[in-house]
């Protein structure tokens, strides 16, 4: 059973515009959030973070939103840019329960394209 | 500071055969996970280790092992390779794995023919 779900597989976006990337999860205990940007044949690369006590952060054009009750994130991109186009996941760690050490939980990933 | 390197970054090897990946860590970083990424299952964890020492081990078979060592370098190792082991091998690392967020290295692809 997946604990973290992007349901969208794919997103396409005009230049400029704004980016909506949706992640649910079903785990209460998840407490640490991430998005991370992939492009093919590379590792992962951190994007932005938000902690559970948390429900905004923002680094330039990256802002995460975290709704706890409907256990639901989003990563708003803007303006998006041609270079934004990769595959975004979604993670989730549960860092103050035991047996949780270095793992993240990662949604599928939705895979984002930006037209100029 | 460097990044997280891996090596090699591919890979090909036959069924049957085993295989070991390595991993260094950014400097200062004392955890180190392990994911395996394929089409089908997305990531997935393999384990992570902090000073020496398993802490965590993910849903896979006796058949996935690891170790790191004193300066925090990781090796991966997966004995008797099936085709289903053919997958992108991501290496991460953390300061202390239970605080703070995972950099990754540019994997290691495997092929297992």
């Known amino acids: 059973d997946q604990q973290v779900k992007q349901n969208s597989p794919s997103l396409s976006v005009q230049e400029g515009r704004i980016s909506i990337l949706n992640c649910d999860y079903t785990?209460?205990?998840?407490?640490?959030f991430l998005w991370y940007k992939k492009y093919p044949a590379e590792g992962p690369t951190f994007l932005i973070s938000i902690s559970s006590i948390k429900d905004k952060n923002e680094d330039g054009r990256f802002t995460v939103f975290l709704n706890k009750s409907a256990k639901h994130l989003s990563l708003h991109i803007v303006p998006s840019q041609p270079g934004d186009s990769a595959v975004y996941f979604c993670?989730?760690?549960?860092?103050?329960?035991?047996?949780?050490?270095?793992?993240?939980?990662f949604g599928k990933g939705t895979k984002l394209s930006v037209k100029p | 500071k460097a990044g997280v390197t891996q090596t090699p970054r591919y890979l090909i090897k036959t069924r049957g055969q085993q295989v070991t990946l390595s991993c260094s860590p950014i400097?200062?970083?004392?955890?180190v996970s392990w994911y395996q990424q394929t089409p089908g299952q997305g990531l997935q964890f393999l384990f992570e280790y902090f000073s020496e020492t398993q802490r965590n081990k993910g849903n896979f078979p006796g058949r996935f092992s690891g170790r790191q060592f004193s300066n925090s370098r990781s090796e991966m190792n997966v004995s008797t390779l099936e085709l289903g082991d053919s997958a992108l091998y991501l290496c991460?690392?953390?300061?202390?794995?239970?605080?703070?967020?995972?950099?990754f290295g540019p994997g290691t692809r495997l092929l297992v023919l």
């Open positions: 400097s200062g970083h004392r955890s």
């Open positions: 785990n209460s205990m998840f407490d640490y």
């Open positions: 991460a690392s953390s300061l202390d794995g239970t605080s703070e967020t995972q950099y």
């Open positions: 993670a989730a760690s549960a860092l103050n329960y035991g047996g949780s050490q270095g793992n993240l939980i």
